[in-house]
């Protein structure tokens, strides 16, 4: 079969017509439980925390956005965090998971604080040439990684990573939130599992929450469906219904949010108020070349480090008009963070400080807007510091 484009795909995936009415769109199937003709005689929905279709409409099509030519299965959740968590309750207690260092702050939290409870521990890695092989233990179970990182930017080899953790028996989970399946597919590059903050590219409107987990392992996917009934931490019909709406445009969507990255950071690549410019798309990067084996593009998110340090990025953040300061990201609307008091704050200080998250950083999700306006508003936020 001939392939397809990844904006037909979007428009597409999951895009029957309703058999009743030949609604164009799936109807919302807001119900909590399914009439049956006898006892345990049913159509094959029981109950909506087990069974939903319209969240199997939209598990169903970020598994194929994820991985067009191979069958793959989704699993959809209440958040990004339900999602995470329940992939770990795949591991048993005395489990150990190496982790990459740069990590998603929800997560670093999980790891430290509530499984760490239960007998599973994290090491956590630069991921660097020989290094895995170091943190590892004779219980380690699980690898976890997020490329691009975050807040940080910074690339890992999902293939050279995926080789090296199957040798040892490893399940590779990677968090693939900031690409978006758009703008990179880790199930092809050799990941077991790929995770999801829907909440971010992928319904894109910041107005849910939302996560998702895909696998083209059936054993991976039967435990992850037993575990999203036993667990129960499952998204509302409305939520996924929302999401699918806006997996129609998601390929438009991420196209404009590279478009406008690129172009900023081809702008402020010289800037006086700029003390350090991340994003993988630059050629002095030090992630680039694997990122542009890995990736299509290189996504709206841009991390700078800018002069005068909290005050510094203060003002930046409060002279902007067209960059909210707000927590998440990948939205249509383009948002500030400052992960040293916001999304990492809850990372110890000396770690946060030993990675690169300074005080001075603040993260650029780049919006949707028209470019001019938005290279207007930056420049005239740097003035300000
Ligand atoms: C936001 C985010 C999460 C957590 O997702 P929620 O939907 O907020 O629970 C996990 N990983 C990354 C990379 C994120 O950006």
Redesign the pocket.
Same mark, same amino acid.
């Given at each position: 079969m001939k392939k397809i484009g990844d904006s037909t795909r979007s428009v597409h995936v999951s895009a029957e017509p309703d058999k009743y009415t030949g609604s164009v769109q799936m109807p919302i199937y807001q119900t909590s439980t399914y009439v049956q003709e006898d006892f345990a005689i049913h159509k094959g929905y029981e109950y909506a925390r087990t069974h939903n279709p319209t969240r199997a409409l939209v598990e169903a099509a970020i598994a194929e956005l994820e991985s067009p030519d191979v069958p793959a299965y989704g699993t959809a959740f209440a +958040? !990004?965090?339900?999602a $995470?968590t329940t992939i770990t309750q795949m591991l048993e207690s005395g489990s150990h998971i190496i982790a990459a260092s740069d990590l998603?702050g !929800? @997560?670093a939290r999980l790891f430290d604080q509530i499984l760490s409870k239960f007998g599973i521990e994290t090491t956590y890695s630069n991921l660097n040439e020989g290094e895995l092989e170091k943190c590892a233990t004779e219980n380690t179970k699980m690898l976890w990684l997020?490329s691009p990182t975050?807040p940080l930017l910074e690339i890992h080899d999902i293939e050279k990573l995926s080789n090296i953790a199957h040798k040892n028996g490893w399940i590779v989970v990677v968090?693939n @939130?900031?690409a978006s399946p758009i703008l990179q597919r880790p199930l092809e590059h050799g990941a077991d599992i790929v995770v999801h +903050?829907t @909440?971010?590219y992928i319904a894109g409107h910041s107005d849910l $929450? !939302? !996560?998702c987990v895909i696998t083209r392992n059936r054993e991976i996917d039967e435990q992850l469906k037993f575990l999203q009934n036993a667990l129960g931490a499952v998204p509302s019909p409305m939520d996924c219904f929302l999401t699918l709406r806006s997996i129609r445009t998601l390929a438009i969507r991420v196209e404009r949010h590279c478009d406008n990255a690129e172009k900023l950071v081809k702008k402020l690549s010289q800037h006086p108020k700029i003390t350090r410019l991340l994003y993988p798309g630059l050629k002095t990067h030090n992630g680039h070349d694997i990122a542009k084996k890995q990736m299509q593009r290189y996504g709206g998110m841009i991390s700078i480090e800018v002069i005068g340090g909290e005050q510094g990025a203060r003002k930046f953040a409060s002279a902007s008009k067209l960059f909210a300061t707000a927590e +998440?990201?990948g939205g249509v609307e383009s948002l500030i963070n400052h992960p040293w008091s916001m999304t990492h704050a809850a990372i110890p200080k000396k770690r946060r400080e030993s990675i690169g998250i300074t005080p001075g950083l603040v993260r650029l999700s780049v919006g949707i807007e028209d470019f001019e306006d938005l290279w207007d508003d930056i420049v005239n936020a740097l003035e300000c510091i």
């Amino acid at each position: 079969m001939k392939k397809i484009g990844d904006s037909t795909r979007s428009v597409h995936v999951s895009a029957e017509p309703d058999k009743y009415t030949g609604s164009v769109q799936m109807p919302i199937y807001q119900t909590s439980t399914y009439v049956q003709e006898d006892f345990a005689i049913h159509k094959g929905y029981e109950y909506a925390r087990t069974h939903n279709p319209t969240r199997a409409l939209v598990e169903a099509a970020i598994a194929e956005l994820e991985s067009p030519d191979v069958p793959a299965y989704g699993t959809a959740f209440a +958040s !990004g965090m339900a999602a $995470i968590t329940t992939i770990t309750q795949m591991l048993e207690s005395g489990s150990h998971i190496i982790a990459a260092s740069d990590l998603y702050g !929800g @997560t670093a939290r999980l790891f430290d604080q509530i499984l760490s409870k239960f007998g599973i521990e994290t090491t956590y890695s630069n991921l660097n040439e020989g290094e895995l092989e170091k943190c590892a233990t004779e219980n380690t179970k699980m690898l976890w990684l997020e490329s691009p990182t975050n807040p940080l930017l910074e690339i890992h080899d999902i293939e050279k990573l995926s080789n090296i953790a199957h040798k040892n028996g490893w399940i590779v989970v990677v968090d693939n @939130t900031f690409a978006s399946p758009i703008l990179q597919r880790p199930l092809e590059h050799g990941a077991d599992i790929v995770v999801h +903050s829907t @909440t971010k590219y992928i319904a894109g409107h910041s107005d849910l $929450i !939302g !996560g998702c987990v895909i696998t083209r392992n059936r054993e991976i996917d039967e435990q992850l469906k037993f575990l999203q009934n036993a667990l129960g931490a499952v998204p509302s019909p409305m939520d996924c219904f929302l999401t699918l709406r806006s997996i129609r445009t998601l390929a438009i969507r991420v196209e404009r949010h590279c478009d406008n990255a690129e172009k900023l950071v081809k702008k402020l690549s010289q800037h006086p108020k700029i003390t350090r410019l991340l994003y993988p798309g630059l050629k002095t990067h030090n992630g680039h070349d694997i990122a542009k084996k890995q990736m299509q593009r290189y996504g709206g998110m841009i991390s700078i480090e800018v002069i005068g340090g909290e005050q510094g990025a203060r003002k930046f953040a409060s002279a902007s008009k067209l960059f909210a300061t707000a927590e +998440s990201l990948g939205g249509v609307e383009s948002l500030i963070n400052h992960p040293w008091s916001m999304t990492h704050a809850a990372i110890p200080k000396k770690r946060r400080e030993s990675i690169g998250i300074t005080p001075g950083l603040v993260r650029l999700s780049v919006g949707i807007e028209d470019f001019e306006d938005l290279w207007d508003d930056i420049v005239n936020a740097l003035e300000c510091i």
